[in-house]
């Protein structure tokens, strides 16, 4: 695992990721059922003008999205509290000198071999998810595909809501939708690359 230590969410960092395959939107490529996503042409065709007009296509935050940035502070600090780990912040992580895809963790475990993905919630979204009590299918490709970048162990998931029970857990690598993920994500930088030869013919 390669690390680029910048602060997220700064002009630098979305320069740093400009034109390449984010965990965040690894289920444009893969599903959570292990098929080719319906999403794969359009990302293709985001990530190539990124690459052209090396500009990044960021998207409008809302103001539940601004709440969960301000939010992460106070979630990072109950993790450590609530588990006793240590967690220290990275900006961007690929799996090799290659730099072709990468992911941008909440968090490294420091004593452990483990990733952290933190989600503030709305407070109904956060109840549905206690309710579930397992990792949201709209962040499984999310965090597999974070540990198939990094090759760590296993990740944390917390989703943390003030004065409600916070939903923590540990989860194992799925090992299948990782192996294919692994193809598919080479098949996509390949693509992505013909793509952006043709643009600059």
Not at 22 to 30: E, Q, T, V
Not at 97 to 126: F, I, R, W
Request: net charge negative.
């Amino acid at each position: 695992m390669i690390e680029v230590f910048l602060e997220q969410g700064t002009p630098e960092w979305f320069a740093e990721k400009i034109g390449k395959p984010s965990a965040s939107d690894f289920n444009k490529i893969l599903t959570s059922t292990g098929k080719i996503s319906e999403s794969r042409k359009g990302y293709l065709y985001q990530l190539a003008a990124e690459v052209i007009t090396g500009e990044s296509e960021q998207t409008h935050s809302s103001p539940h999205m601004t709440r969960g940035t301000e939010m992460e502070g106070e979630s990072h600090c109950f993790f450590e509290l609530a588990t006793g780990i240590t967690v220290r912040k990275t900006g961007v992580c690929y799996p090799d000198d290659k730099k072709l895809y990468l992911c941008s963790p909440d968090g490294l475990c420091v004593e452990e071999q483990a990733g952290l993905e933190m989600k503030n919630p709305m407070a109904k979204t956060h109840v549905k998810y206690l309710l579930d009590n397992k990792l949201p299918t709209d962040y499984f490709c999310q965090v597999h595909g974070s540990l198939a970048v990094t090759g760590l162990d296993y990740w944390y998931f917390l989703s943390y809501y003030p004065n409600m029970q916070p939903l923590l857990l540990r989860v194992e690598p799925d090992v299948k939708w990782i192996d294919k993920f692994e193809v598919e994500i080479v098949s996509f930088v390949e693509e992505l690359n013909e793509i952006t030869k043709k643009l600059r013919q």
